[in-house]
């Protein structure tokens, strides 16, 4: 639905892998919701057909008319579908008129996306649908539990060539935002939210004051009025107010990583947080949550899990990592060297390649 107009993990994933399957030659068309004012067009490869499907307001039920049109008269070979909305609606309800093949692609865990996952079972969507298929091993045990079918598993991605180390870019980001070149600085990048974790570094940051006084965190990513007014609130009454910086939505944020020394995101239930990755191939080390799919992204190093609920404990290992210029690189060069080896977008795209030939074979 909001492939335009959000330039979400879940959007973004969807044009990768997109533009990934269009540079193989395939024939790739994007259904979405029509936007007047599309933030994510110019990302889409010229060679992928948008479609932009009529719609209400962004209501999800209005865009179900629209989406049943274009998966009973569009002879797609295979539909994927990203999220239980409009589009997860329609191709049940598309099916019980015509039998077409459909995928549905999970980005998001059972333990706090459970309405989404009982989505698709309304209009049998889950039930007939060709493949079921996670971003992690840790999603697909979820999807697995909910729908009683397995899942392929398939990871996100990201471009390497766009995420990277950058020492001039550093420094300019840091001369752009007022941080000297001697201050420690992490980063989050994250919708203002509170299942994000930012309010548990910004507990973190606070204790690191105390031992590094001009520590520096960046947070790219906006919220609702309700919420932001909340992180606001949050870090005036920490004290914190020259510390933080936050950024709303960028459009381009790799200089952002480059500025940072630390990626530090604290999430609970992150099924497959394509800014891990995006901190990964810019060298940055990452310092996440236990759990998730953190052990997967991590599995070849690049980082640190820590206790996100534990403030105090938290702190000792990054600023220790802060210190330690060594393990910096050791960390920043594993991440990515995996990013290099496992997740390019067109690594991705092969892997559904290879999904869509097992299913189209006659």
């Known amino acids: 639905m909001y492939t335009l107009r959000t330039p979400r993990g879940i959007e973004r994933f969807i044009i990768n892998v997109a533009n990934g399957l269009a540079a193989k030659d395939h024939e790739v068309t994007l259904i979405t919701g029509r936007c007047d004012q599309p933030l994510t067009r110019e990302w889409i490869d010229s060679r992928v057909r948008v479609h932009e499907i009529f719609h209400h307001n962004w209501h999800k039920l209005s865009f179900i008319p629209g989406f049943m049109n274009e ?3 569009g002879n ?3 539909v994927n579908l990203a999220i239980a909305r409009g589009e997860g609606y329609a191709a ?6 015509s039998s077409f093949r459909y995928n549905i692609v999970f980005q998001y865990p059972l333990e706090n996306h459970e309405k989404h996952f009982n989505a698709f079972k309304r209009f049998g969507t889950a039930k007939h649908a060709d493949r079921l298929v996670a971003a ?4 697909a045990q979820g999807v697995e539990r909910c729908f ?3 899942a392929d598993t398939i990871p996100n991605g990201v471009d390497p ?4 180390p950058d020492p001039q870019r550093r420094a300019e980001t840091r001369k752009t935002l007022g941080i000297p070149l001697d201050s420690p600085v992490l980063i989050t990048v994250a919708a203002l939210q509170g299942r994000k974790g930012i309010n548990k570094v910004l507990d973190t940051v606070s204790i690191l004051k105390k031992s590094l006084p001009d520590i520096r965190y960046i947070v790219c990513g906006d919220g609702n009025e309700k919420d932001r007014e909340a992180f606001h609130s949050k870090v005036a009454s920490l004290g914190l107010e ?3 910086h936050f950024m709303g939505n960028q459009k381009e944020v790799a200089g952002f990583y480059n500025a940072a020394d630390l990626f530090v995101f604290f999430p609970e239930f992150e099924g497959f947080g394509i800014v891990a990755l995006e901190a990964m191939a810019s060298q940055l080390p990452i310092v996440v949550s236990r759990g998730s799919a953190f052990p997967e992204i991590l599995a070849d190093g690049g980082g640190v899990m820590v206790d996100p609920d534990d403030a105090e404990a938290s ?6 990592l802060l210190q330690d210029s060594g393990r910096i690189a050791q960390y920043g060069n594993e991440g990515r060297q995996a990013v290099l080896k496992k997740y390019s977008w067109e690594a991705i795209a092969s892997q559904f390649e290879r999904l869509f030939e097992q299913q189209l074979k006659p």
Do not use: C, E, K
Request: overall charge negative.
């Open 315 to 320: 702190s000792l290992i990054i600023q220790a």
């Open 136 to 139: 992690s091993t840790y999603i």
């Open 71 to 73: 998966f009973l008269s």
């Open 242 to 244: 020259s510390n933080v």
């Open 76 to 78: 797609y070979d295979v």
């Open 161 to 164: 060539g766009q995420f990277h």
């Open 148 to 150: 009683d079918r397995p």
């Open 92 to 97: 049940g309800l598309a099916h019980m008129i």
